[in-house]
């Protein structure tokens, strides 16, 4: 059974950081693509970021290139998303995502979703 499970959200001003963590269980890590993504109350899903199974190409939602930064590290199955000169509009539940394809994550789609940590950030 694959388990999809995020940390490092929280509460933080405007121009400060946080980074978040996602780890997936029940799958080979390594052959995953994976994906962030982020929903505000009342307003619909969005892409934030991607990457590939073997980290060599990520994709940025325009709205995050130079503040948010996606990595992973495979031997220890863990997906990261640093973010950094937060804004308020920044505020949303973020969801980590992985699907065999990375087109599936970056068409939305893809197969396997965590349960998503919430990102608040202060004016």
């Known amino acids: ?3 999809v499970m995020e940390s490092g959200g929280g509460l933080v001003q405007a121009g400060g950081s946080l980074r978040l963590s996602c780890t997936a269980s029940g799958l080979t890590f390594d052959d ?3 994906g962030w993504f982020r929903q ?3 307003k619909e899903r969005e892409r934030v970021a991607s990457i590939s199974a073997s980290g060599g190409i990520r994709k940025y939602a325009d709205f995050v290139k130079g503040r948010f ?3 992973r590290v495979n031997n220890k199955s863990t997906l990261y998303l640093q973010m950094n000169s937060l804004k308020p509009e920044d505020t949303a539940m973020y ?3 992985t699907d065999l394809y990375l087109q599936s994550v970056l068409t939305g789609s893809p ?3 965590g349960q ?3 990102v608040t ?3």
């Open 1 to 3: 059974q694959v388990q």
């Open 121 to 123: 950030v202060s004016s």
């Open 111 to 113: 197969k396997y979703w």
């Open 32 to 34: 995953y693509a994976m």
């Open 116 to 118: 998503g940590t919430q």
């Open 95 to 97: 969801y980590c995502a």
């Open 40 to 42: 505000a109350p009342g």
């Open 69 to 71: 930064t996606i990595s």
